[in-house]
């Protein structure tokens, strides 16, 4: 037996221990946000949070994360959320359109999440660096590029009133009534 902590949420696997964290959490947990790319550790599509940092679940045996806390896409914000209730970045990703077929989108905001909560300011090329490691076939590398820096100010504007105040950050953040929030919590 192994225990795991995902989304706050403890659980003990009766699972092998070189079962990937990525079939354990689709197949046994039955949370299908987070994708199967290439199973190599090279496209991010797999993007979970070991205590906060990113990792590639596709080639992390579960018994290298017992005991610890994972988090998933599904674990950013509660089921059927609002928009108001998504993230500031899952909110800049409707905002900007970011997703095209969809498929690389949780784990660039899982990447996206952790480089926000280590690096409220990022510069292109932070982005840029951290981001690397995430593949979209689709190209959106611009709007990701983009929806990082809307949820950074959207942060900032959070943590310092008087910005937002002014109305000059939230004024532009006005979510389509078409989209469904769900497709970026839930995959
Ligand atoms: S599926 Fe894990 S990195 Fe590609
Ligand atoms: S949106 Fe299609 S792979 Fe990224």
């Excluded at 699972?15 to 354990?24: A, H, I, K, Y």
């Excluded at 797999?46 to 018994?63: D, E, K, V």
Aim: charged fraction near 15%; proline fraction near 6%; glycine fraction near 10%.
């Amino acid at each position: 037996m192994i225990r795991l902590t995902v989304n706050g949420v403890e659980h003990t696997l009766d699972v092998e221990g070189d079962t990937p964290l990525l079939w354990v959490v689709r197949d046994v947990l039955g949370l299908k946000g987070s994708k199967f790319g290439c199973g190599a550790g090279l496209c991010g599509a797999c993007t979970m949070h070991l205590n906060g940092q990113p990792i590639r679940t596709c080639i992390m045996p579960l018994s290298a994360v017992a005991g610890q806390n994972i988090t998933t896409i599904e674990g950013l914000s509660p089921a059927n959320a609002t928009p108001q209730q998504l993230t500031p970045i899952q909110q800049a990703w409707l905002e900007l359109n970011v997703p095209q077929c969809g498929y690389c989108q949780s784990g660039q905001i899982m990447a996206a999440t952790a480089l926000l909560a280590s690096n409220p300011n990022p510069s292109d090329a932070d982005i840029d660096n951290a981001m690397s490691g995430n593949i979209c076939r689709c190209g959106t590398y611009p709007r990701i590029r983009s929806a990082i820096h809307k949820a950074a100010g959207m942060m900032s504007a959070v943590s310092h009133p008087q910005a937002a105040r002014n109305g000059e950050l939230f004024s532009e953040v006005t979510l389509p009534q078409a989209t469904n929030s769900e497709e970026l919590s839930h995959g």
